[in-house]
């Protein structure tokens, strides 16, 4: 089978950030969140990236990563827009908002199809360990007419900004560590009694969240069946979801998963880990990823100096 390849999404508009966050320097050479992660990947295996991004991006990306990155991998670009899509399936009139993370990956599909592909954001910090084993599950993955994913679970407290509200894929496993139920959550925190909790969401209420509850950061181990089923995935959405909220709903690749779960067309094995995410989800969470990213580099984990 092929060697798993890494697919990277990174065409959302970073609206709450106040701008193209994916290439905001806060390395103490320049680097960017991308550098760390590709660094990470390189060393667990993976040899080929695929970009997702606006395809007026493409420059900016090229300079900032694509050509560094180059040295390490195989480099590609996939675009993220909202006239890609199933033939005779017409994005909604007026419509601007990006389709969602699921939609992203269908985009790409062309570029990995007959691999497997971990997928990520393009400004999650997500560390070595998580790569290590996503590339390790790749490897030895394959589909028997059942979908083989596997998804990286970090604890939730681990994976907290105290400057605002994140969104998480809340999971549910089994005692064989198999996601049985994912559920995505807009709006979670630290409120100021401590506790963990979701805001109201739809039809989802309140709820606190224990530590240790396991999360999704959008870190996705897939074996090659996943690219078709996206595809029906995509119909259903546009038929019986996207018509209640045709401006701002999205097909996320939790729900996507959670379909195929339920419908017992795919496994998901939860490769826990105790890593820290760091992200920049709001501006003020630069100064704390930058320090993160400095005590880490003093440690030896990470080189000083980007490649150029």
């Known amino acids: 089978m092929a060697k798993p390849i890494l697919v990277i999404m990174a065409a959302g508009m970073g609206s709450r950030y106040g701008g193209l966050k994916q290439i905001d320097p806060v390395g103490?050479?320049?680097?960017?969140?991308?550098?760390?992660?590709?660094?990470?990947?390189?060393?667990?295996?993976?040899?080929?990236?695929?970009?997702?991004?606006?395809?007026?991006?493409?420059?900016?990306?090229?300079?900032?990563?694509?050509?560094?990155?180059?040295?390490?991998?195989?480099?590609?670009?996939?675009?993220?827009?909202?006239?890609?899509l199933p033939a005779g399936l017409t994005a909604?009139?007026?419509?601007?908002?990006?389709?969602?993370?699921?939609h992203a990956v269908w985009c790409a599909k062309d570029l990995f199809a007959g691999a497997p592909v971990a997928v990520v954001n393009a400004d999650d910090f997500y560390g070595a360990?998580?790569?290590?084993?996503?590339?390790?599950?790749?490897?030895s993955a394959r589909d028997d007419g059942v979908g083989r994913y596997c998804m990286v679970g970090y604890r939730v407290e681990n994976t907290l900004t105290e400057n605002g509200t994140v969104s998480r894929g809340v999971c549910t496993t089994d005692a064989?560590?198999?996601?049985?139920?994912i559920v995505e959550r807009t709006a979670i925190k630290r409120d100021?009694?401590?506790?963990?909790?979701?805001?109201?969401?739809?039809?989802?209420?309140?709820?606190?969240?224990?530590?240790?509850?396991?999360?999704?950061?959008?870190?996705?181990?897939?074996?090659?069946?996943?690219a078709e089923e996206l595809d029906a995935g995509l119909r259903r959405f546009f038929a019986?979801?996207?018509?209640?909220?045709?401006?701002?709903?999205?097909?996320?690749?939790p729900f996507a998963v959670d379909e195929l779960l339920r419908a017992g067309k795919a496994t998901a094995k939860v490769?826990?880990?105790?890593?820290?995410?760091?992200?920049?989800?709001?501006?003020?969470?630069?100064?704390?990823?930058?320090?993160?990213?400095?005590?880490?580099?003093?440690?030896?984990?990470?080189?000083?100096?980007?490649?150029n």
């Open 192 to 226: 100021a009694d401590g506790v963990i909790r979701c805001a109201p969401d739809g039809d989802l209420p309140e709820t606190a969240l224990p530590e240790g509850t396991l999360i999704s950061l959008n870190l996705w181990g897939f074996t090659p069946s996943f």
């Open 92 to 102: 909604p009139e007026g419509r601007e908002k990006p389709l969602g993370t699921a």
């Open 240 to 253: 019986e979801r996207l018509p209640a909220n045709p401006m701002k709903g999205e097909y996320y690749l």
């Open 129 to 139: 360990d998580a790569f290590q084993k996503v590339y390790a599950y790749l490897e």
């Open 28 to 84: 103490p050479d320049g680097q960017i969140i991308l550098d760390y992660t590709l660094y990470d990947a390189f060393r667990a295996g993976f040899r080929r990236a695929v970009f997702i991004i606006r395809p007026e991006l493409k420059k900016a990306f090229e300079n900032a990563i694509g050509r560094r990155a180059r040295k390490l991998m195989q480099i590609d670009y996939a675009y993220q827009t909202l006239d890609r």
């Open 176 to 181: 064989n560590s198999m996601l049985t139920d």
């Open 271 to 307: 490769l826990s880990t105790v890593a820290r995410w760091y992200g920049v989800t709001y501006r003020e969470d630069k100064p704390i990823v930058e320090e993160a990213i400095r005590r880490m580099t003093a440690e030896g984990l990470y080189p000083e100096k980007a490649e």
